[in-house]
């Protein structure tokens, strides 16, 4: 089976501008999270959703938006772009959202802001 | 305030010794810790896990230790390979939340 998968895989945005980042779970999980990892630290949880609602967020701006679709795969968007959203953002998904609690990372996208 | 930290940024072994990565946690509420090994470029992979209710648990080559008492979570890998350099994250959940907190990661290198 493939895991999770993650697209594009290296992006590059200027300053204000608006980016939108693709995951597809496990086949069979139907929960889906995002992280950030800025260089050098680990990750730092932004989303999770399960069966297409919002079932979790962390410390992040509102210029960070996310949603998922039927098939449980996920969009992470980040509006107004800032040199401090560069980072290797990270999907992870589960079977569900309670137990058991196994998250599978993705490869990660990583953007950098200019 | 809650944190998972790690005692050591990095950690150099010899191949074939055995590699021992510490992790301390400050959450007493925390039941469910994961550690993650990541690749350079690559997205963190899930090489094992324990619940509270447990001490030890033990994989393929390696083993998790989890002391309550001292709130401190322990890695040990057997006759470590250089396929084993890597950063190691550990990570908690409380149950009912939906976040895993993660610590700033060891890195260890293994010498030929």
């Known amino acids: 089976d493939a895991g999770v998968t993650q697209s594009p895989t290296h992006l590059i945005k200027t300053r204000g501008q608006q980016v939108t980042l693709r995951c597809s779970p496990i086949?069979?999980?139907?929960?889906v999270s995002w992280y950030q990892q800025v260089l050098g630290q680990g990750p730092q949880f932004i989303f999770q959703?399960?069966?297409?609602?919002?079932?979790g967020r962390g410390n992040f701006p509102d210029r960070f938006s996310a949603r998922q679709f039927p098939n449980y795969s996920s969009e992470l968007n980040v509006n107004a772009l800032l040199l401090g959203d560069s980072a290797l953002y990270l999907c992870?998904?589960?079977?569900?959202?309670?137990?058991?609690?196994?998250?599978?990372f993705g490869p990660g996208t990583r953007l950098t802001v200019t | 305030g809650e944190s998972v930290g790690l005692h050591l940024p990095t950690l150099s072994v010899q191949e074939g010794d055995n590699s021992i990565i510490n992790c301390a946690y400050s959450n007493s509420a925390s039941d469910y810790f994961i550690w993650y090994k990541q690749e350079s470029g690559k997205g963190p992979q899930f090489i094992i896990d324990i619940r509270s209710n447990m001490d030890k648990r033990q994989g393929q080559r390696v083993t998790v230790l989890l002391n309550k008492t001292v709130k401190h979570l322990s890695l040990q890998i057997a006759a470590t390979q250089p396929g084993d350099s890597a950063v190691y994250f550990c990570a908690e959940l409380q149950e009912g939340r939906r976040a895993l907190t993660f610590g700033s990661g060891t890195r260890l290198q293994v010498q030929p």
């Open positions: 992870a998904s589960r079977v569900s959202s309670g137990p058991p609690y196994e998250q599978y």
């Open positions: 959703y399960y069966e297409k609602e919002e079932r």
């Open positions: 086949s069979g999980h139907k929960s």
